[in-house]
């Protein structure tokens, strides 16, 4: 394709869109849990990772026990105080069920007024300005993400300075690795996840994720020359020295916040799809939504 993807636009926009929900949290986060409280984080896909990262790092600066689900796995005889669900189109399937069938307070986060998930829901916080044109998320995800960091007390400010310098970084060589898999610990393994996902769907490439410690309990057996490691966050002790050993290349951004990584990991796969000849923007076999019958 000759003329740049939505989703290249989309994904430059993800710097001031940070800075936007950080400063302006005070109109979100109302609706949002409180310390203290139980919480179940909710999606599907690209969603569910951004549950997993905002679950990890909730509990990990002491905000409450939190969990975090497909859409299809919510257990629903478990109980919480919250229950947050993240849908871009809000018109998912599996969470649309979800919010049928329990009793207990729902949070939408969406960037779509007037879908399903803004009336059935008993909070929704609408991101309308994070949407995208592209079936491919990147800048409704991260956005989300920034609004939940910033509801647990994180100052985004480094963060979106740091997803400035992910723009300028030259990706035309890591879009030539082979296979990547992508490695995380904690609120970093969704980042890991995600940053896969990107790579499946924009590229149709084989992509792997797994938590940094694991990683050496089997996946590094496909680890050689040609291709990569991507690593989130801080890496184990050993883990690099180990990596290294295989030939593999190891992508490892230290001085930047894991989220301005994935900015970096998005843009491989934007790249690595135009290399060969795919259209980004949309993938095969894949739609903004999965609405079953």
């Given at each position: 394709?000759t003329?740049?993807?939505?989703v ?7 710097p001031?869109?940070w800075?936007?929900?950080?400063s302006?949290f005070?109109q979100?986060g ?6 203290g409280?139980r919480v179940?984080a909710?999606g599907?896909g690209t969603?569910w990772?951004?549950?997993m990262?905002?679950a ?8 409450g ?9 919510f ?6 105080d919250?229950v947050?669900v ?8 599996e969470v649309?069920?979800l919010i ?13 007024a007037g ?7 008993d909070?929704?916080i609408?991101?309308d300005?994070?949407?995208?044109q592209?079936?491919?998320?990147t ?7 920034a609004?939940l960091r ?9 963060a979106?300075?740091?997803a400035?310098?992910?723009l300028?970084i030259?990706v ?5 690795l082979?296979q990547?898999?992508?490695v ?7 980042l890991?996840h ?5 790579q499946?769907e924009a590229a149709?490439?084989?992509t792997?994720?797994?938590?940094s ?11 050689q020359?040609?291709?990569g490691?991507w690593?989130?966050g801080?890496?184990?002790?050993g ?5 290294t050993?295989?030939g593999a290349t190891?992508v490892h951004h ?6 301005a ?5 998005q843009r ?5 799809a ?5 259209n980004?923007?949309?993938?095969r076999?894949l739609?903004r939504s999965?609405?079953l019958?």
């Amino acid at each position: 394709m000759t003329d740049t993807p939505f989703v290249s636009t989309e994904i430059a926009t993800q710097p001031e869109l940070w800075r936007q929900v950080s400063s302006g949290f005070a109109q979100y986060g109302g609706a949002l849990p409180k310390p203290g409280q139980r919480v179940a984080a909710v999606g599907c896909g690209t969603s569910w990772f951004m549950a997993m990262a905002y679950a990890a790092l909730r509990e990990d600066l002491g905000q409450g026990e939190t969990d975090a689900f497909a859409g299809s796995e919510f257990p629903a005889g478990r109980q919480y105080d919250a229950v947050v669900v993240i849908s871009r189109s809000g018109t998912t399937t599996e969470v649309l069920d979800l919010i049928r069938t329990t009793t207990q307070p729902t949070v939408a986060i969406t960037a779509t007024a007037g879908s399903p998930i803004v009336e059935l829901a008993d909070e929704t916080i609408l991101l309308d300005f994070a949407d995208e044109q592209s079936v491919v998320q990147t800048r409704f995800a991260t956005t989300t993400l920034a609004l939940l960091r910033a509801s647990v007390g994180q100052d985004l400010t480094q963060a979106a300075a740091d997803a400035e310098t992910a723009l300028t970084i030259d990706v035309d060589e890591l879009a030539k690795l082979e296979q990547v898999t992508y490695v995380g610990s904690r609120w970093t393994l969704g980042l890991a996840h995600e940053a896969g996902l990107k790579q499946r769907e924009a590229a149709a490439a084989w992509t792997e994720a797994y938590p940094s410690m694991d990683y050496r309990h089997g996946p590094i057996a496909i680890a050689q020359p040609g291709r990569g490691v991507w690593i989130f966050g801080e890496p184990p002790a050993g883990l690099i020295d180990d990596v290294t050993a295989t030939g593999a290349t190891i992508v490892h951004h230290a001085d930047l916040d894991p989220m301005a990584s994935l900015v970096i990991a998005q843009r491989v796969a934007v790249a690595k799809a135009l290399a060969l000849g795919l259209n980004p923007d949309q993938p095969r076999s894949l739609t903004r939504s999965v609405i079953l019958d």
